[in-house]
């Protein structure tokens, strides 16, 4: 059975720093492109950064120079390290799985709530 299993998420002023952890288990994790979605309240889902196999990453603008995602498959973990806070980054923050190629993911965890007070 494949699980993803998200940490690390907490209450945290603005300016500040988290770090989530993503911890993928029961799937060949290195075959797989492993993104970051937040969800904020009454909002949908959005992307919000990804790393592929060869360790290239995206994300969207504004996250730019904040936030940073790495990966370690002898691990089977994706991280979010998430600098310099607002409180507009507050949300259910979810990773993802998904084939490369792929438009659809495969896999979710079941997010963590990260909350960013001013």
């Known amino acids: 059975q494949v699980q993803l299993v998200e940490s690390g998420g907490g209450l945290v002023q603005a300016g500040g720093s988290l770090r989530l952890s993503c911890a993928a288990r029961?799937?060949?994790?290195?075959?797989?492109?492993m993104s970051w979605f937040r969800q904020a309240p009454g909002k949908e889902r959005t992307f919000v950064i990804t790393?592929?196999?060869?360790?290239?990453?995206y994300y969207v603008d504004s996250v730019k120079g904040r936030f940073n995602i790495s990966r370690d498959n002898a691990k089977n973990t994706v991280y979010l390290q998430m600098n310099s806070l607002k409180p507009e980054d507050t949300a259910i923050y979810y990773c993802?799985?998904?084939?490369?190629?792929?438009?659809?993911?495969?896999?979710w965890g079941q997010g963590t709530q990260v909350t960013v007070s001013s």
């Open positions: 993802g799985a998904k084939l490369d190629g792929r438009s659809t993911y495969n896999y």
């Open positions: 790393i592929d196999r060869g360790g290239s990453t």
């Open positions: 029961g799937l060949a994790f290195s075959h797989y492109v």
